[in-house]
């Protein structure tokens, strides 16, 4: 028994292009099928039984079941995955925001390299090191919020020799 052998010419093009639309629209079913599932999961107004009995249909008339879903609840499953997004973008806003703002502020390590930057040069003297490094060490001001060298330095006495 001989096996026959096909070679690229007994394929012609438009079948290629056939075969092509038929995996193309495959791969689309299978997205379109997913997104449908997600949105059962997804909708907080649906009973668990309502989304059981979505999903039965899904799985037992799958063609079916997504284009009558679409149909029935097609409208609001848009209307959810715009929700969700705006949900996620006002969760990276304000995290965004949250950064930038803690952005400015200086660790007490900061402080500290700071203030030992200024002793060296000599800006300031070992006394006001001292109680200036107390200060960030404590963490706090009198206004409550953490120290920075600006408030060290305010706060060391004005003699300079």
């Keep these: 028994m001989v096996a026959q052998t096909y070679l690229a010419y007994d394929y012609p093009l438009l079948s290629a292009f056939w075969t ?30 309502g989304k059981a009995g979505w999903l039965v249909f899904l799985v037992v008339l799958p063609f079916l079941g997504v284009l009558v879903y679409l149909i029935a609840r097609g409208k609001d499953m848009g209307r959810r995955e715009v929700a969700q997004a705006r949900a996620q973008q006002q969760a990276f ?26 002793r ?3 800006d300031i003297t070992d006394e006001e090191f001292r109680r200036a490094k107390d200060l960030v060490l404590s963490d706090h001001t009198a206004s409550g919020r953490p120290a920075t ?13």
């Design 20 to 49: 092509m639309l038929w995996f193309f629209l495959l791969v689309m079913w299978f997205v379109l099928l997913f997104r449908v599932v997600l949105d059962v999961f997804r909708d907080d107004s649906m009973s668990g039984w």
């Design 120 to 122: 060296t040069r000599g």
């Design 93 to 118: 806003d304000s995290y965004i925001r949250r950064t930038a703002a803690e952005g400015g502020r200086h660790s007490s390590t900061d402080e500290l390299v700071r203030l030992s930057e200024m």
């Design 149 to 161: 060298a600006a408030d060290a330095r305010s706060a060391a006495p004005a003699h300079r020799p």
